[in-house]
């Protein structure tokens, strides 16, 4: 049986993928409706918070669900620090690329091109994918400190 904490990690994971996905349908919608501004920023807004939901998955496995941006930020750049093979897929900065193209600069303030609109909502995808890959197989190698406390 899932437990209530598994189960809202791999909610998040799950959310994760369905706004990539609601991104790319908006995208295509706003390319469809005259390159409709409102449709472009929301794409992009439901591909930040793709990134958003990804990043909170892996967090919340390694420790606890991050509350702001900020959180995050600091929480992918210690997992980089402290672990080799994840700062080789440089999620601090991917994730630091998508809040300032997608979320700020495109939805907040409507400064984007469209070209760079779609290749950032495709780099939310392997975003999400590489998170996938590293949180494949055993997460008690992802957070040995919780393992250790279920022991005890």
Same mark, same amino acid.
């Given at each position: 049986?899932?437990?209530?904490?598994?189960?809202?990690? #791999?909610?998040?994971?799950?959310?994760?993928?369905?706004?990539?996905?609601?991104?790319?349908?908006?995208?295509?919608?706003?390319?469809?409706? &005259? &390159?409709?501004?409102?449709?472009?920023? #929301?794409?992009?807004?439901?591909?930040? &918070?793709?990134?958003?939901?990804?990043?909170?998955?892996?967090?919340?496995?390694?420790?606890?669900?991050?509350?702001?941006?900020?959180?995050?930020?600091?929480?992918?750049?210690?997992?980089? @620090?402290?672990?080799?093979?994840?700062?080789?897929?440089?999620?601090? @900065?991917?994730?630091?690329?998508?809040?300032?193209?997608?979320?700020?600069?495109?939805?907040?303030?409507?400064?984007?091109?469209? #070209?760079?609109?779609?290749?950032?909502?495709?780099?939310?995808?392997?975003?999400?994918?590489?998170?996938?890959?590293?949180?494949?197989?055993?997460?008690?190698?992802? &957070?040995?400190?919780?393992?250790?406390?279920?022991?005890?």
């Amino acid at each position: 049986m899932m437990s209530t904490r598994l189960k809202d990690e #791999d909610e998040n994971l799950e959310k994760a993928r369905e706004f990539h996905r609601k991104a790319i349908e908006e995208f295509k919608r706003a390319k469809e409706d &005259n &390159n409709n501004d409102v449709l472009f920023r #929301d794409a992009a807004e439901k591909g930040w &918070n793709a990134i958003v939901k990804a990043t909170n998955y892996l967090i919340t496995i390694m420790g606890k669900l991050p509350k702001t941006h900020k959180n995050r930020r600091d929480q992918l750049w210690r997992i980089g @620090e402290e672990n080799g093979a994840m700062k080789r897929y440089k999620l601090y @900065e991917r994730f630091n690329a998508r809040e300032h193209i997608l979320h700020e600069l495109c939805f907040y303030d409507g400064i984007y091109e469209i #070209d760079q609109v779609e290749y950032n909502i495709k780099k939310v995808k392997s975003y999400i994918k590489d998170i996938e890959k590293l949180t494949k197989g055993d997460r008690a190698k992802l &957070n040995p400190e919780k393992s250790e406390s279920k022991k005890r």
